[in-house]
């Protein structure tokens, strides 16, 4: 019998049978997948090699025409808060790593122009180190995952993996590693990547699908890896971050006021919506309307999950600025309550805009930028928080936005990179490889991926060579900043 043509192996998404039995009629062609063999597949990623050598991604330089980096910024600037802004830039002036956080366009616009296998995932689009940390899972498991999905499109895999490098780069000259410790570093969490994906390309659909990382095993993984002080203190970080839940943040952020339960002010990081109303709005009116914008929300959500928000009651509401990339977008807590005024449920609502990885990768195939973020985030996350969801908002402007909302703090927390030592950012590298590479292997066409990647460290000293050189351009562009907020060209509010 002849073997099987990938176009026989075909199967609708109606799971129509693919062994001849009875089946309905053939279902529109672009509701059809190509199923191709391990072997198929594997060929697939030696063709892709031979086509983009895997030493070719260690390769950078500007381009003659490369954009103005602080054009870039300023490009973001035009759709933010204006107000906001400034405080934007004076975070990115902290340090150049603070910058790099902040710098997810000025990065895409330059990885565009470098190799690229052409083998794409679903792309987190600004997997730095810092966007990776321990969130709850809904069975109250402390897990590490990425956690940052404003940027999310499908992509190449590999711009990923090269911001990784390039931030745990940009991360060791901070603390002042040595050229030799930071080099290792890199190869360390490119190694990882390589090598999980080349066991998760062995693994059955569902397996890799069942995939996580939980933080008490990471902790076993790493015990022969690091000193004991350095492991006592990430477990101390892990404790506080299950203190980061709701309770505590109803217990920092609000206070009552007159009866009534407000969060409270802090301009300009924390302001309730009351002090941004247009001249002759109305609190109340504006209440209305949140509250049914909430209930419309509630229908992006599981049923179960519908149920649950409609226990509790809308409260209030502020503006408040988060991160370092994201500052100048609308970013809201919403304050909820349950049975009794003891009982908050804190939800974040916040921005979402075309990715920065658009221009380069074609648009979304979503018309709403939240509903992009929270399906990139579904498939990219082991376990995602369980009002997640999204929403187009009017705002009190008159023009409408795109928003996704999760909980404000579910024992959400992150490494503490200023104090890592070379040995600790090296397992924390590792962490952050295992993971993105789980992540794309949902995604992707994860045994082509390892075919591509292989078992020897090219692409590892690749990525490394290419973080070397991209952390020098970093550097620059960190300088220009700086130079245009010292000639007047932008304004930067620092300390905030």
């Given at each position: 019998?002849?073997?099987?043509?990938?176009?026989?192996?075909?199967?609708s998404?109606?799971?129509?049978?693919?062994?001849g039995?009875a089946?309905?009629?053939?279902?529109?062609?672009?509701?059809?997948?190509?199923?191709?063999?391990?072997?198929?597949?594997m060929?697939?990623?030696k063709?892709?090699?031979?086509?983009?050598?895997?030493?070719?991604?260690?390769?950078?330089?500007?381009?003659?025409?490369?954009?103005?980096?602080v054009?870039?910024?300023?490009?973001?600037g035009?759709?933010?808060?204006?107000?906001?802004?400034?405080?934007?830039?004076?975070?990115?002036?902290?340090?150049?790593?603070?910058?790099?956080?902040g710098?997810?366009?000025?990065?895409?616009t330059?990885?565009?122009?470098?190799?690229?296998?052409?083998?794409?995932?679903?792309?987190?689009?600004d997997?730095?180190l810092s966007?990776?940390?321990?969130?709850?899972?809904?069975?109250?498991?402390?897990?590490?995952?990425?956690?940052?999905?404003?940027e999310?499109?499908?992509?190449?895999?590999?711009?990923?993996?090269?911001?990784?490098?390039?931030?745990?780069?940009?991360?060791?000259?901070?603390?002042?590693?040595?050229?030799?410790?930071?080099?290792?570093?890199v190869?360390?969490?490119?190694?990882?990547?390589?090598?999980r994906?080349?066991?998760?390309?062995?693994m059955?659909?569902?397996d890799?699908?069942?995939?996580?990382?939980?933080?008490?095993?990471?902790?076993?993984?790493?015990?022969?890896?690091?000193?004991?002080?350095?492991?006592?203190?990430?477990?101390?970080?892990?404790?506080?971050a299950?203190?980061?839940?709701?309770?505590?943040?109803?217990?920092?952020?609000?206070?009552?006021?007159?009866?009534?339960?407000r969060?409270?002010?802090?301009?300009?990081?924390?302001?309730?919506?009351?002090?941004?109303?247009?001249?002759g709005?109305?609190?109340?009116?504006?209440?209305?309307?949140?509250?049914g914008?909430?209930?419309?929300?509630?229908?992006?959500?599981?049923?179960?999950?519908?149920?649950?928000?409609?226990?509790?009651?809308?409260?209030?509401?502020a503006?408040?600025?988060?991160?370092?990339g994201?500052?100048?977008?609308?970013?809201?807590?919403?304050?909820?309550?349950?049975?009794?005024?003891q009982?908050?449920?804190?939800?974040?609502?916040?921005?979402?805009?075309?990715?920065?990885?658009?221009?380069?990768?074609?648009?979304?195939?979503?018309?709403?930028?939240?509903?992009?973020?929270?399906?990139?985030q579904?498939?990219m996350?082991?376990?995602?928080?369980?009002?997640?969801?999204?929403?187009?908002?009017?705002?009190?402007?008159?023009q409408?936005?795109?928003?996704?909302?999760?909980?404000?703090?579910?024992?959400?927390?992150?490494?503490?990179?200023?104090?890592?030592?070379?040995?600790?950012?090296?397992?924390?590298?590792?962490?952050?490889?295992?993971?993105?590479?789980r992540?794309?292997a949902?995604?992707?066409?994860?045994?082509?991926?390892?075919s591509?990647l292989?078992?020897?460290?090219?692409?590892?000293?690749?990525?490394?060579?290419?973080?070397?050189?991209?952390?020098?351009?970093?550097?620059?562009?960190?300088?220009?900043?700086?130079?245009?907020?010292?000639?007047?060209?932008?304004?930067?509010?620092?300390g905030?």
């Amino acid at each position: 019998m002849a073997a099987k043509t990938a176009k026989d192996r075909a199967i609708s998404t109606d799971g129509r049978r693919r062994d001849g039995g009875a089946a309905a009629a053939p279902a529109p062609a672009a509701r059809r997948v190509a199923h191709l063999t391990p072997d198929e597949r594997m060929a697939r990623g030696k063709a892709a090699r031979n086509e983009v050598p895997r030493s070719s991604h260690g390769r950078w330089a500007p381009a003659q025409d490369r954009p103005d980096p602080v054009a870039l910024l300023e490009e973001q600037g035009n759709s933010r808060v204006p107000e906001l802004v400034p405080i934007r830039y004076g975070r990115m002036l902290v340090s150049p790593f603070t910058f790099f956080r902040g710098a997810a366009l000025i990065m895409a616009t330059d990885l565009a122009a470098t190799a690229r296998s052409g083998l794409n995932v679903q792309s987190c689009g600004d997997a730095h180190l810092s966007n990776f940390g321990v969130f709850a899972s809904p069975e109250r498991r402390l897990m590490f995952d990425i956690n940052d999905f404003d940027e999310t499109l499908p992509g190449p895999w590999e711009w990923d993996l090269k911001r990784l490098g390039a931030s745990l780069e940009v991360a060791g000259r901070d603390r002042g590693y040595s050229a030799a410790e930071r080099r290792k570093v890199v190869l360390t969490g490119a190694a990882e990547y390589r090598t999980r994906m080349q066991q998760a390309a062995g693994m059955r659909n569902l397996d890799v699908w069942y995939t996580h990382i939980e933080v008490e095993r990471l902790f076993e993984l790493s015990k022969t890896s690091v000193s004991g002080k350095q492991l006592a203190k990430a477990k101390s970080t892990a404790a506080k971050a299950r203190t980061r839940d709701t309770m505590q943040a109803f217990s920092k952020l609000t206070r009552e006021v007159d009866g009534e339960r407000r969060i409270i002010a802090d301009p300009p990081l924390i302001v309730p919506v009351e002090d941004l109303l247009p001249e002759g709005q109305q609190r109340g009116e504006v209440e209305a309307q949140l509250r049914g914008l909430i209930r419309s929300y509630r229908r992006t959500l599981e049923t179960d999950r519908r149920h649950l928000l409609e226990e509790y009651e809308f409260v209030h509401m502020a503006r408040k600025v988060v991160g370092v990339g994201s500052v100048g977008t609308r970013a809201w807590i919403l304050l909820l309550l349950g049975r009794d005024g003891q009982d908050p449920l804190f939800l974040q609502a916040k921005e979402a805009q075309e990715s920065v990885l658009e221009r380069f990768v074609g648009r979304s195939r979503y018309q709403n930028c939240g509903q992009r973020v929270v399906a990139g985030q579904r498939l990219m996350q082991a376990a995602s928080d369980i009002f997640l969801g999204w929403q187009r908002v009017p705002g009190y402007d008159g023009q409408s936005r795109d928003f996704y909302i999760r909980q404000l703090r579910d024992w959400k927390g992150s490494a503490d990179v200023d104090t890592m030592t070379a040995t600790a950012m090296a397992v924390y590298a590792r962490w952050c490889g295992a993971t993105l590479a789980r992540a794309h292997a949902r995604s992707g066409d994860r045994i082509a991926i390892a075919s591509y990647l292989g078992t020897s460290d090219v692409f590892d000293k690749a990525i490394a060579d290419f973080s070397a050189a991209y952390a020098d351009q970093n550097e620059r562009d960190f300088q220009t900043l700086l130079d245009a907020v010292q000639s007047g060209r932008i304004t930067a509010q620092t300390g905030l």
